[in-house]
Structures are given as C-alpha cells and as structure tokens.
C-alpha cells in the first residue's frame, strides 16, 4: 500500500513539474543565456546580460510563460543577480548543484557551450526531480549578507594581522618580551617611537 502511495505521489510531482514552464539559465559573468521550455519543447532562447535591459526581457518571458520555474546552477557570485531577480518578482527558483547536475546529465561539462548547457539544464529538469530552493524573508537575506560581508571583514583582518605578526618578528624579536599583547596601541605605539633597534641608542 505503501508502495502505491510513493509511486502515486511521484507520478504527481512528476506531472507537476511538467505543467510549469522550464526557464533554465546557464549563468556567466555579467550574463547568462536562457532558454524557456514548455512540455519539452523550446519556446525561446537568448542571452541576458545581468543589468536592466537584460532583467527586463527576462520578465519578459517569465510573465509570458505558464507558471515558469527558473532553474540555474549555483556559482557564487555570478548568481547572485539571478536570485535576486528570481525573490524581487517571486518566482520559484532552483539552484542546481552542479556536481548532481552534471551526474544527472551525462556528458554536459564535456564540452563547455552556455547554449548547449542551458539545453541539457531544461532537458535534465523535466526528467529528474529537483528540490527547490527555499525563499527567505528580506529580512533574512539581508542578515545572511551583513554575515558574509562580517566574516570576509574579519578574514581580512586576520591576514594583514598575520602579516604584521611575520613582520614584528623579523624587526622587533624582543617585543613579545615587553608586551602580552604584540600588537595593542601600546606596543605598536612605542614601535613608531622606536621605529627601528639603533634609534634609541643613537640618542
């Protein structure tokens, strides 16, 4: 019984992944080309440029289209402009992982062509099932984006750190004896006193 409910429930998903329209997007930097696919079929196709002109054809199609989903891999960056466009004008979306699209469609990465790999995209979605990406609040898009900006502020700060560290070492070996903290206002201000070891003597 079991079994007949799985099935029947995947014979529905199916079925209801083949009435909305399939927008399959093969992203780039600055651009990504388009193609639009209903019950299989390609209805249109062109290459969007990720600025106002580009968003505004691509509107375009999605209001012309029959319940469209957009699907596109996740590549960082250069998606983002895409997911934005996709929760401004609520759109259902799917970021595709490109390792389980590229194992689901064979021989797509063989040949690198952004026409031929928003095709194989489209065709791969209407025959494997693909979970669709959650829409968050704004209010929750723009908290992920301060934490990211946070944490790539705060790797920053470790790097020059590290570096100011191998530099203090090399110049002032002795410092870590006077102070806990070699890099506090205290210590770095007696360095700029002090800028190098035969000053003082000097004096």
Same mark, same amino acid.
């Given at each position: 019984m079991?079994?007949?409910?799985?099935?029947?429930?995947?014979?529905?998903k199916r079925e209801a992944i083949f009435l909305s329209d399939v927008i399959a997007l093969d992203v780039s930097k600055n651009h990504s080309y388009v193609v639009w696919y209903r019950n299989k079929k390609c209805m249109d196709e062109f290459d969007c440029l990720h600025n106002q002109v580009g968003f505004k054809h691509l509107k375009a199609i999605t209001d012309s289209a029959d319940n469209p989903a957009v699907y596109f891999e996740a590549t960082g960056v250069y998606s983002r402009p895409v997911v934005r466009f996709c929760q401004d004008n609520h759109l259902p979306y799917t970021q595709l992982n490109p390792l389980e699209l590229?194992?689901?469609? +064979?021989? @797509?990465?063989?040949? !690198?062509?952004?026409? =031929?790999?928003?095709h194989k995209t489209a065709r791969s979605v209407t025959e494997n099932n693909y979970r669709q990406t959650e829409m968050w609040s704004r209010d929750y898009r723009q908290l992920r984006e301060l934490?990211?900006?946070?944490?790539?502020?705060?790797?920053?700060?470790?790097?020059?750190?590290?570096?100011?560290?191998?530099?203090?070492?090399?110049?002032?070996?002795?410092? +870590?004896? @006077?102070?806990?903290? !070699?890099?506090?206002? =205290?210590?770095?201000?007696?360095?700029?006193?002090?800028?190098?070891?035969?000053?003082?003597?000097?004096?």
């Open positions: 079991l079994d007949v409910i799985s099935n029947n429930f995947k014979f529905f590229h194992l689901r469609s +064979e021989n @797509l990465r063989r040949v !690198k062509t952004d026409q =031929l790999d928003a934490t990211r900006f946070c944490d790539q502020v705060t790797n920053d700060i470790k790097l020059v750190q590290g570096k100011l560290y191998t530099a203090l070492e090399q110049t002032f070996p002795e410092e +870590e004896q @006077l102070f806990k903290n !070699k890099i506090s206002k =205290l210590a770095l201000n007696v360095i700029l006193l002090i800028p190098y070891m035969g000053f003082h003597g000097q004096n």
